[in-house]
């Protein structure tokens, strides 16, 4: 169990907490909690909880922003007395669950609470590691001398091993890079350090822990793995809620999925090298085996396609042109294998190696030779690597073997759960048909706060004319507005074309994405006056920037999913293959999530208001803008550009 972090609360008399008492009006909550106002859905989302976990069911809960959302979900989950699973999209959420929320918790609970927050293993430093780099000589630098000596002499006295309270260390740091747990490396059982380990530490709390915290990531990286020997890194649990649930089908694609790329293979050629010469087993027939690797890896991959991501059903023509290619390259890693596994005395360290090895024969194997007729296959080239990737089409059929059906309740909360008042398109990508929803509605009065402004003079934003004439309109919105405004696009292409445009006829601060990291970006935006920033989807959600500084959200266009893309492309498919209409039942649904998550960014808090422009009348001109119009919240509409003006009083 973690100490939680503590917090000035005046603690409440210990008494038996109900989840009505607790929110009720003259309740807990409203003793303790300086700025409290009763709200109806919060508790009426924390008896949905309660009730889901006790009697062993899976809820969907959509609550708008505002609604105290996180409380509604941790109360109960206390309160069940079972251990529960709380997994969030961004690590901002996490950190206010565990450094705000659940302290405050604490000081109104008689009990402990116990309480345990884990990070991916690359958070953790690796001791084997550091024990094994201040043998090494081969330092690559004279700052890097000194950083590790301060991560030498840390590893002697943390706790927990967790980087974060290594508060001077660069976010990309080389040391760190060199030293941190990542399971590449890591000999598990047969590690000298295995008791002593910080992850088999952070191991340990969670199974004394009854509240887990975790990110998406972590929580189905986990569950890709439970099945495995190595790797599982949760206690078994009764209950998980996943908070920005609208998040977890991609992810649950990643991990369900496979990928082998090119420079996985070379990582392993550097680090077998590396390691067989500071272990003192590296052999001539070793160094040959390596080489071979690299040339047997280089030949396969450069027969793939080189550019962007593109589908690959031609496995079978493949093979019997390039079948040597390919039964070369298995060879090639069997032989590395095999001698790994001769090597006497060093089991620890040549395991992890073996183990990778392995893994990418087992990947490429399932690539080339399954057919499994269930995944898209699909190539991606980021910078140098080319990767060999297969998605599960439909990511329900996993979630429902390896999650539905095994644990008591598993319970979704986000605010864009919904498409026009229904849960039917997230329940059926995610395998929940069976599971019990609510809406909370929000707190704010979105007729009042925002103003959505669709201007009707634009082109069709698929025509090349199209860029020039939003161009002119984003420069007089923003006029109008004095800057204080999230220009968000849906593909960096449309962005940088129209930043050019704009630059140098805008006098406001802007802000560009790509020249600075994101939570850099958010941070210059916050505390630049009039700023303007220019992003794509990754500030479409997890971006919160309350008060005037944010007083308008531009879209370009319809945040549709790009049809040819691979995964898409056979999503669109499977659905047309049986009967159903892709557009409506796919297409429009995950295109009205984005945007309502896009908007999301404006409102939030009962003091903000705004303006929303959509650049892309599509909306008002075509019939399926209906499902979008009833899918946002009641903003206050109009498409007269005065009415902007006169929300600014320009
Ligand atoms: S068990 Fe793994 S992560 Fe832990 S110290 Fe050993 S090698 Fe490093």
Redesign the pocket.
């Given at each position: 169990m973690s100490t939680l972090p503590q917090v000035n609360t005046k603690p409440d008399k210990p008494r038996k907490i109900t989840v009505q008492a607790f929110f009720a009006r003259g309740g807990t909550l409203s003793r303790a909690h300086p700025n409290y106002e009763y709200r109806h859905g919060q508790l009426e989302m924390a008896r949905a909880v309660e009730s889901a976990i006790a009697e062993h069911k899976h809820l969907l809960v959509e609550a708008g922003t505002g609604t105290g959302k996180t409380l509604a979900y941790l109360v109960p989950s206390i309160l069940s007395g079972k251990r529960v699973v709380i997994s969030t999209g961004t690590k901002n959420l996490q950190e206010q669950l565990y450094f705000k929320d659940l302290p405050f918790l604490q000081s109104l609970f008689a009990q402990p609470l116990s309480v345990c927050y884990m990070k991916g293993?690359a958070n953790?430093?690796?001791?084997?590691?550091v024990y094994d780099a201040e043998r090494d000589p081969v330092l690559s630098g004279l700052d890097e001398i000194g950083d590790f000596q301060l991560i030498y002499d840390w590893e002697q006295k943390t706790e927990a091993g967790d980087r974060s309270e290594l508060r001077w260390l660069a976010e990309n740091n080389t040391w760190w890079a060199k030293l941190d747990?990542?399971?590449d490396?890591?000999?598990?059982?047969k590690?000298?350090?295995?008791d002593?380990?910080?992850?088999?530490a952070m191991h340990r709390r969670a199974a004394e822990s009854d509240i887990i915290i975790v990110n998406h990531h972590l929580f189905f990286a986990d569950l890709a793995m439970r099945d495995q020997a190595f790797g599982s890194i949760l206690p078994d649990y009764s209950a998980v809620i996943f908070d920005e649930a609208h998040e977890i089908e991609d992810v649950a694609g990643q991990y369900f999925g496979m990928s082998v790329s090119n420079t996985q293979i070379q990582e392993l050629i550097k680090d077998t090298a590396a390691i067989s010469r500071r272990k003192l087993f590296a052999t001539p027939e070793l160094d040959r085996t390596l080489i071979q690797l690299g040339d047997q890896t280089e030949q396969l991959f450069h027969l793939f396609p080189q550019e962007g991501r593109q589908g690959f059903r031609e496995q079978e023509s493949f093979l019997a042109e390039h079948g040597e290619s390919y039964g070369e390259l298995q060879l090639a890693l069997e032989a590395l294998c095999a001698r790994l596994e001769l090597t006497e005395g060093v089991l620890?360290d040549t395991l992890?190696l073996v183990r990778r090895a392995r893994l990418i024969q087992e990947g490429l194997r399932f690539w080339m030779e399954s057919g499994d007729a269930s995944f898209v296959y699909w190539t991606e080239r980021r910078g140098r690597g080319l990767y060999l990737q297969a998605t599960p089409i439909d990511v329900s059929q996993a979630l429902t073997a390896r999650l539905i059906d095994r644990v008591d309740s598993v319970i979704l909360t986000s605010a864009t759960l919904t498409v026009a008042d229904s849960f039917d398109y997230a329940q059926t990508r995610l395998g929940l048909q069976a599971a019990r929803t609510l809406r909370v509605e929000s707190q704010y009065d979105y007729a009042k706060q925002a103003l959505l402004y669709v201007p009707q003079r634009l082109p069709d934003p698929r025509q090349p004319e199209f860029t020039a004439s939003a161009a002119a309109e984003i420069e007089r919105i923003l006029h109008a507005s004095r800057g204080r405004a999230f220009v968000l696009f849906t593909s960096y292409q449309q962005m940088r074309q129209i930043y050019q445009l704009l630059q140098p006829r805008l006098d406001h601060p802007l802000l560009l994405q790509g020249d600075a990291p994101r939570n850099a970006l958010i941070e210059a935006f916050r505390e630049t006056p009039g700023a303007v920033l220019f992003g794509t989807s990754s500030f479409w959600q997890g971006v919160d920037v309350q008060g005037e500084q944010l007083s308008c959200v531009i879209i370009d266009r319809l945040p549709f999913a790009v049809p040819s893309d691979p995964v898409v492309a056979a999503r669109i498919e499977a659905i047309q293959h049986h009967g159903g209409n892709a557009f409506y039942e796919y297409q429009i649904p995950q295109a009205v999530l984005a945007l309502k998550q896009g908007f999301g960014r404006l409102i939030r808090s009962t003091a903000d208001r705004g303006i929303l422009a959509l650049l892309d009348n599509r909306i008002t001109k075509l019939q399926y803008g209906r499902v979008f119009f009833d899918s946002l919240p009641a903003y206050r509409f109009t498409t007269k550009f005065d009415d902007v003006r006169d929300f600014f009083h320009v």
């Open positions: 293993r953790y430093l690796c001791r084997q590691k747990a990542r399971a490396l890591c000999a598990g059982k590690c000298k350090q295995f002593r380990c910080f992850i088999t620890e992890p």
